[in-house]
């Protein structure tokens, strides 16, 4: 067997492979599932926490203490126990509600995104608008109250929208949309 440094081995001089790579692909793959877990975690414990159920459980677990009082003579270690399981309860729920909020408002943003993007007379300068900051937003806000006088003005804010409306607008953004295909179809 020959020597790695002699000449005439049998492969390339060069350093060994990195494993670097495949060491963040592996972080990544674990920080991906650790999130996924998190998210439905958090979203079943949300669920279940604002269910009638754990509403009950809160009620038996207070009254169960409050019953307790006389036994232990209403000390301050009886208080102590109810102040902090809610202190820690309350704590940890915090992180899971907050999960659960975030998860929910990037799916509203994303689902009025695709509204604002998919409708043909819709400014597309709204889509992710939540990235302004509160001054930017202010100045829209501003601008949007302008367009609603305006409207009111013409009786436009009040006056409601036919289905025969509804229809014809889906009807023309169907058109458009086939236009867009055979477009596109022929482009090819």
Same mark, same amino acid.
């Given at each position: ?30 920080? @991906? ?24 459980m ?20 009886w ?20 999960? +659960?909020?975030?998860?929910? +408002? ?12 998919s ?25 949007y ?12 804010? @009040?006056?409601? &929208? +036919? ?6 607008? &889906?009807?023309?953004? @169907? ?8 477009? &596109?179809?022929?482009a090819r």
């Amino acid at each position: 067997m020959r020597d790695a440094n002699t000449p005439g081995r049998s492969t390339p001089r060069h350093s060994p492979p990195n494993n670097g790579g495949l060491r963040a692909q592996s972080s990544q793959r674990f920080h @991906k599932r650790l999130i996924h877990l998190f998210d439905r975690f958090a979203s079943g414990a949300t669920r279940y926490a604002g269910s009638p159920l754990a509403f009950s459980m809160a009620i038996v677990i207070v009254l169960a203490w409050a019953l307790t009082g006389p036994i232990f003579g209403f000390s301050e270690t009886w208080q102590l126990v109810i102040n902090t399981g809610t202190t820690v309860i309350t704590f940890l729920m915090v992180f899971l509600i907050q999960q +659960s909020q975030n998860k929910d +408002s990037v799916a509203i943003h994303l689902k009025l995104n695709e509204l604002l993007a998919s409708h043909k007379e819709a400014s597309n300068h709204l889509v992710s608008i939540e990235d302004l900051d509160e001054d930017e937003l202010r100045q829209l806000s501003k601008y949007y109250r302008y367009l609603a006088e305006l409207a009111d003005r013409e009786g436009g804010v @009040k006056r409601s &929208h +036919s289905i025969d409306e509804a229809n014809e607008n &889906h009807a023309a953004k @169907k058109r458009a949309r086939q236009t867009s295909l055979r477009q &596109h179809e022929t482009a090819r």
